[in-house]
Structures are given as C-alpha cells and as structure tokens.
C-alpha cells in the first residue's frame, strides 16, 4: 500500500552542490509529474513525464532535469544547486483518464544556503 | 492560458459550523475537470472531491460538497459541520479533458484555521 514513495525527506545543500531527488509510484500509472510548493504561490509543475522514455517542461523547469527511468521511477535532479530552489518538492502520480486524481508522495524539503 | 484564482489567502471557521472556500478559473475549453485537494500540517496532499465539467450535479462527498457554476466558472468548496481535522491548506486544481498527460493547474491555495 505505498502509493508515492518520494525520499528524502529533508535535504540541506550548500549552493552549487547537485542532488537528485527520488520517486516511484506502485500504482502502475503511466503519468508522473515533479511539481514544487512555494508559499503563496501554489504547486508549480516542474517537468512531467507521460509514459516510460518521455519527458516533458512544465511552468518552472530551468535548473532541473529528469530522468523517467522505467514506469516506476522519476526522478529530478538539480545539477547546480541555487537558493531559489530552496522549497518543497512533489512528486505524484495519476492514471490516464482526465479525471483521474494525482497521488502525491509525502514532499522533499530542501533548502539551499 | 488557464489559471486558477483563490482569492482567500486565510479562513477561519467555528467547529461544527459550515464555511465556503472560493475559486474561480479561466479557460475557453468547454470541457475540463476540477479537483479540490487538502494538505493538513503533514504536508500530504489528499484528494477532497472532484467535477466533471459535463456534469451538471455538483459533486459531494460526505460533508465536503461543491457549487459548481461553469458560466460563471467558479467551483466553490462547501464544508459543512467543521471538524477540527478540516484545518489545512486547502487548493484547487484545473484540467483541460482528455488524458492524464493534460497539466493540472493549481491556485495559491485557501490556509483555513478551525476554532474549538
């Protein structure tokens, strides 16, 4: 009954450091996004992937990359950490119909000094 | 571009009374969904309900209940008898139809405070 496994769970980095947050979903859905939660500014989508092999830029994705390893796993990585990024970070998942929910993994904080 | 406004930034409601979250979007589709998602202080984002914009009952889910006025394109949250368990950041999310690689679009999101 895992759902969204998101880790970690915290991260500090020093400014320029790289990282690469994890996500795997056990729920066979095909879509999976990494969005980020600021305050007062909602959850922004950062890239999306719609299926295996495919990537694609949401609203926020300079300084990110990801990578859709298998239907399971997405992950984003920063490669140069810069303050700015300093936020919580979502991953989900969601089936393929329209009005299928997203399911979200329990969020990465991460702050960068 | 579709956007979605929450223009409470705060609401605050008495136990066992009921309290209405606004929202309202902008798109030219005529078809879409709308999603109303909870996060408590856990951080855990939680589906509340969902609507089809071609359906014209409002949906509702126990005491969690929506009005939903597509000409006017806004999708209220109505909670009715507060719990203490409904205090959270409470957002609303937009879809174009069609499938699940359409982007769901969130507002800033509504902070409600639940007094005992």
Redesign the interface.
Known sequence: NAGVTQTPKFQVLKTGQSMTLQCAQDMN???M?W?RQDP??????IY?S?SEGTTDK?EVPNGYNVSRLNKREFSLRLESAAPSQTS?Y?C?S?????????H?G??TRLTVT | AQT?T?SQ?EMSVQEAETVTLSCTYDTSESDY?L?WYKQPP????I?VI?Q?AYKQQNATENRFSVNFQKAAKSFSLKISDSQLGDAAMY?CAY???????????????TLLAVQP
């Open positions: 859905h095909n879509s996004y969005y007062g500014m909602g959850l922004r989508l999306y719609a949401g919580v979502f989900a969601s089936g393929d119909s329209g009005n299928s929910p997203l979200f329990n969020g | 979605v929450q930034p969904y999603f856990s951080r855990q984002m589906l969902r089809e957002f879809r174009n139809y069609g499938g699940a690689t359409n982007k769901l679009i969130f507002g800033t999101g």
